[in-house]
């Protein structure tokens, strides 16, 4: 069953260049050694204004299938953690 990791962000947000970096590592890591199907979708807060509402002040923001797992600093080793139990 594929996952979806979403990670909101805005540009210029050096929090949010560095949630990338790990979901991206971590989220290759999973793949390769747990043969996990996970998409990443990355979304700009400031192309909506519901989001930007709702996630303007705690971004960047990494859902698991839709549900929030954290926001403003990703624990490598918790996120990995969290999309492993998935399998």
């Given at each position: ?25 971590v989220v ?9 199907d ?50």
């Amino acid at each position: 069953m594929p996952h979806t990791v979403t990670l909101y962000t805005k540009p210029g947000c050096h929090l949010c260049d560095d949630a990338r970096d790990i979901v991206d590592d971590v989220v290759g890591r999973v793949q390769a050694s747990d043969h996990l199907d996970v998409a990443v979708d990355e979304l700009d807060i400031l192309a909506d204004p519901a989001l930007q509402t709702r996630y303007g002040e705690e971004i960047p923001v990494v859902l698991i299938d839709g549900k929030m797992h954290t926001y403003w600093r990703v624990d490598a080793a918790r996120f990995e953690k969290a999309l492993k139990e998935l399998a």
